[in-house]
Every structure is written in C-alpha cells, then in structure tokens.
C-alpha cells in the first residue's frame, strides 16, 4: 500500500510548477501567528511571491476552507453554496478512504486506531493534497476542511490520546512540513463552523453512517478542543488565513438564516 502512495504522491507533486505570485485579505480577524505564517501579505490586496510549487498557468482565485468538528453541519453549508454559480464546492473524498483497493481504512481506523491511524491519516494527506493542486473551475473555492486540519486536528488526536506511535507521528509531521514548505496551499477565509460536541453527537446519531457508529462523545470532545485551541484561542498551531465563526448549534432554518448572512463576507474573501 505504501508504494502505491508513493506513485500517487508523485502523480500529485510532478505537474506542478512554479507560480508568480498568490495574495490574501484580512476580512474577520488577524490572528497573532498570522503574519509570520505569511511573511510578506498585508492588509491590503498585494502580492507576494513564493518560491512554491503550484499548477502551471494557475491564476489567482478565492480559496475558502470549511472547518468544522465531525457533524458539525459541514454538508449542509456546502450544499448551500453549491447553488451559487461562481462557487466550486470540494467535499472531502470520503469515498477514496472507505475503498482503497477493496479496504475501508477509515473504518478500520475507527476499529482500531494504534494500528491503522498512519494508514489512513497518511492516504488523508495525500488525498487532500490533490484536492488543494486541482486547477479550479469557479471564482472561488469553498473546499470541506485542509490538509492542514487532518494534521493539527486529527493526527493531532490521535497522537496525543496515545493511539498514534511517535515514530508514526514524526513522519507524519515531516511529511506535512514538507507538502507546506514545497507546495503552495492558497486560502483566502477560514470559515469555522462552531459547534457543542453534544450536538455533533445528537446529529452523529440521526445519520447512522456506519464507521461513525464507534464513535463516543469524548472523541467528538477532544476534536472540539483541538480545534477551538487553534481556531479560536490560537494556541496550538499559526493560523494560515482569517477566520469568520458561525456558530452552529441551530437547526436546518437558522443555519440557512445565517449562511445567507454571511454570503458577503464569504463571496469577498479574495478581495
């Protein structure tokens, strides 16, 4: 299975070329790991230039990652946005984790995760790595959680619950540090959709999906916390982008009430 991740991460990295500039905008909040993140950008429009790896011909489009604990209502929100015409929506490729060659890692994982988290959080790196380099086909992209979430949030999690080896953790660590310092990850907004663990619990019930069935509320509580500590309090890892918070405990109608809300600051991100 490693080699063909291997071949795959090839298959990502080798069409990529160098790029000449990307630029962000400050819309909700500047964070205090922001502007060493991103040396150079300012509050302002203005480019800078990286010395990374993006698409070849690539133009300068807005990237918008949706965060958001397990059932937080990340489906919802992009079902949302989807009917918009200059919007691209990405959903995580669930799929691709639930079938490699015939196994379900991600089942697995949640089975047993000391033996099969490197496994599947390593095909999770490298899926969501293709989904940031893929050309886009809209103004903007609005795309279900990062390559940097699956590290601070999930890997994360599983390290520090002591289901993650450290030897599994450390390569998983330089991997990641590698793909951010060798490849550009562009976005724009960080849109965080907050939500009470036992509300993500409620909802994980309802929809019965089968791997989500392992699942306790305490693992819904530790991956809250990873990502308020991040998110919110900024004081796990930098954050990469603004963020805009939507809190998200409602029902179907006010959650429908307040994306419409915030359409604006969202279709504004790449200003």
Known sequence: MMVDLLKELCRVVLPLYPHKSLSTQVLVRQTPALGKHLSGRSRSCTSVNHRKLVRNGEEKKSVIWLEGNIASGKTTCLEYFSKTSEIEVLTEPVSKWRNVQGCNPLGLMYQDPSRWGLTLQT??????????????????????????????????????????????????????????????????LIVYLQTSPQTCYERLKQRCREEEKVIPLEYLES?????????????????????????????????????????????????
Request: aromatic share 12%; charged share 25%.
């Open 123 to 188: 095909y999770v790196q490298l899926t969501m790595l293709d989904r940031h380099v893929l050309p886009m086909s809209a103004p903007i992209r609005m795309m279900e959680r990062s390559i940097y979430s699956a590290k601070y949030i999930f890997v994360e999690n599983l390290y520090k619950s002591g289901k993650m080896p450290e030897v599994d953790f450390a390569v998983l660590s330089e991997w990641f540090e590698w793909i951010i310092k060798n490849i550009a990850i562009p976005v724009d």
């Open 223 to 271: 991956i809250h916390n990873l990502y308020e500590d991040w998110l919110i309090h900024h004081k796990s890892f930098e954050v990469p982008a603004p963020v805009l918070v939507i809190p998200a405990d409602h029902d179907l109608k006010k959650m429908l009430y307040q994306y419409e809300e915030n359409r604006e600051k969202i279709l504004m991100a790449h200003c």
